[in-house]
């Protein structure tokens, strides 16, 4: 999984997560930034902040059983798909050798605005093109082969967020963990009433379910579902 921010993943795509995790999938996850400018308490420094939401994305994660959590501490709402950033994801793939990355959309989605903060589309293009071509290209970024990093290639990448979603994950048996993943982000949840901010998050996965065609009562996380084989 790469995403821009801390919550990211467990906002959309922890229910499937929590399936992977629990099928005997190893599921790692590379945050490029520290969330350093997200919380609402100004008391807190922006170093702080940082630290906090790192510990909280670690929570989260072994909620779900995740193997490992990488940050690249990249700034938090400046983020730009570089040449730095798409070598810095790559390195990450060729160390871990992800048959499938999961990643937010680059392209904006304007039914859903928020998923499309600026971030997360320079996030994406940035994964798309460490993807392919940079992580199994050789002699793209010299340097990594010099840290001893062969080149990888990815089959398939799943994007969050976007406008053209084509494949549905039912996670409807594991949306309580979810919920407990989220809850370990208090640093940005904490000012939300419990009850309503599950009933959002039941609508959306129900309004995912029924674009799936699926019967009511089920819940889905979305995809647009990329093969790079």
Known sequence: MVTAHPDDVDFGMA???ARWTAAGVVVSYCIVTDGDAGG??????RADMALLRQR????????LGVDEVVFL?????RVAPTLELRRDISRVI?????TVVLTQSPVRNFERIFASHPDHLAVGEAT????????????????????????????????????SENVFVDVTDTFERKLQALACHLSQISHHDPAAFEERLRSWGQAKAAAAGWPQGRMAEGFQRVNTG
């Open 40 to 45: 609402f308490d100004p008391s807190i420094s």
């Open 15 to 17: 229910g499937t997560v």
């Open 128 to 163: 798309m093109c460490a993807v392919y071509p940079d992580a199994r290209n050789q002699f793209a970024h010299p340097e990594l082969l010099e840290e001893g990093w062969p080149e990888h290639s990815v089959q398939e990448v799943w994007i969050a967020g976007g406008p």
């Open 56 to 63: 909280e994305q670690r929570a989260a994660g072994a909620v």
């Open 73 to 77: 501490s990249y700034p938090d709402g």
């Open 94 to 98: 060729r160390r871990l050798k992800p």
